[in-house]
């Protein structure tokens, strides 16, 4: 099986990433996309990132029973701070019957770069870009690795929708019913 692996700390989890993860499942060769929740990262301020488990749980949640996409938490059981090429190659090792692919915005190819042995995931992986707003790809857009993706482009973050809840809000519209449940009654984001 060939499978695209989306990654994102989805805190929370929104319509603008099932709608790339439901494209990419649909209109491209991937038999699976998995939504690969990534932990905090100890580098990083904790901020209002919420813990892994609350959002693998969003995750799971906004997927529902769609067959083509999963949630995925590998990188709970992996070395912190993670790295893309430590989970490819745990992946590989742990599932040698499929092919995996990485699913990710042109913001992110533009610095693909600077990604942890970038050269050697370029070399044994596919990439799946989606356009985002004024980034074109940078020194990689034309890479024979690189396959783009036009899904449906929407202006919506997960930062945007905490300030938005933070705010007091209506973000109906913008996550599944199920993950918007669940926020309010965890209280997830409130002042």
Known sequence: MKIGLFFGSFNPIHNGHLVIAGYVSEFTDLDQVWLVVTPH???KPMGSLLQDYHRYHLVELG???N??????KIE???PKPSFTIHTLVYLKEKYPQHEFALIMGSD???TFHKWKNFEIILQEHQLYVYP?????GGQFKDHQQVKWVYAPMMELSS???RNAIRDGKDVRYMMPESVIDYIEEMHFYEK
């Open 41 to 43: 990262n100890p580098l």
């Open 63 to 65: 997927v529902g029973s």
């Open 67 to 72: 067959k083509k996409i999963k949630p995925s």
């Open 76 to 78: 709970f059981e992996l």
């Open 108 to 110: 992110n190819l533009a």
């Open 132 to 136: 985002r707003p004024d980034q074109d």
């Open 159 to 161: 930062t945007f929708i």
